[in-house]
């Protein structure tokens, strides 16, 4: 068995939970050899003949096209792994400037610049938007997570090698986490700095943006757990990618206002930067853009003008 992971425009936090496995690793070792994996290895490019290989981040320039194109080519499965790659990731949100306007930045208007203003020719060129690699060649297994969580990985890997089926959860955040919903009286949408949440109740109920109903679980909740609420990083829940009709922002306005009777066009006007607090992970994904109800469209035009 030969297993390989590319890297594309992301962090590599999705190998470094790979290599998170710690002990484990010798386990799949014993079954598996990693013949290519820039993170992990010195190898500058992967092999014919790869069984299952593993693609990080997204899509956001030709370099990357390109080696998301060979890695397709030369394995027999290919896996998403990691909301970037599934979703389109952070790396999404450069789409909310123009490509003119994020070079102008990084090369001449950031603190660390060289004082020349040279913006370099020798850099591969960016593509007019982010993708999700599903957005672009066949994936045969998504793994959300920023990045997926350590006891997941410890399920999927050994049983792909394995070549065995796992039967895995479903359900959302909210089905993970342990506070209480209750009677919700006064309600106002609150920034994250403002007070410190009561531990016990649900962090929507209190105010703040806890996007937990609307975000795949697996993660043990592990957000809302520590007082912070979710942000959405596992990409949308099942019943939101199934359905055309649901988007993140549409279903999250519902429930705000089921929550707490306020008429849903009362919530909308509490809502602030939309692009950020909704769409962070799922703004590169053409799967979440084409919903017939998504704001990703008209953002994506609206800011980068």
């Not at 895995?168 to 919700?184: F, I």
């Not at 920034?191 to 929507?204: A, F, I, N, T």
Request: one cysteine or more; aromatic letters at 6%; glycine letters at 8%.
């Amino acid at each position: 068995m030969k297993i390989a992971i590319e890297e594309l425009a992301g962090c590599s936090g999705c190998t470094i939970a790979v290599l998170d496995l710690h002990e484990m690793l010798l386990d799949v070792v014993a079954e598996a050899d990693i013949v290519y994996s820039p993170v992990i290895m010195d190898v500058k490019e992967p092999p014919e003949g790869i069984d299952i290989a593993f693609v990080t981040g997204a899509v956001r320039n030709e370099e990357n096209r390109e080696r998301l194109e060979m890695i397709r080519k030369r394995s027999k499965t290919l896996v998403a792994l990691g909301t970037c790659a599934c979703y389109g990731g952070v790396s999404g949100l450069s789409m909310l400037s123009s490509n003119e306007d994020l070079f102008s930045y990084v090369y001449r208007e950031a603190e660390t610049t060289k004082p020349d203003g040279v913006i370099p020719t020798d850099v591969p060129p960016f593509l007019y938007r982010a993708f999700a690699v599903g957005d672009l060649v066949k994936i045969d297994y998504y793994v959300t997570g920023c990045p997926p969580k350590e006891a997941f990985l410890k399920q999927i890997i050994p049983a792909m090698i394995a070549g065995d089926t796992l039967e895995l959860s479903r359900k959302s955040v909210c089905s993970e986490c342990d506070r209480k919903m209750g009677a919700v009286e006064n309600w106002t949408l609150k920034r994250r700095h403002e007070g410190v949440p009561d531990r016990e109740h649900c962090l929507l109920g209190q105010g703040y943006l806890c996007l937990g109903s609307v975000t795949f679980g697996r993660c043990g909740a592990s957000c809302p757990k520590n007082n912070v609420p979710c942000h959405g990083c596992n990409g949308p829940s099942l019943d939101i990618l199934r359905e055309p009709c649901r988007d993140i922002y549409g279903m999250m306005v519902r429930r705000i206002s089921d929550l707490t009777d306020k008429p849903q066009k009362e919530v909308e006007k509490e809502l602030y930067d939309v692009a950020h607090t909704m769409y962070a992970f799922t703004i590169g994904s053409l799967i979440m853009e084409d919903k017939e109800n998504s704001k990703i469209r008209d953002l994506v035009k609206e800011r980068s003008r």
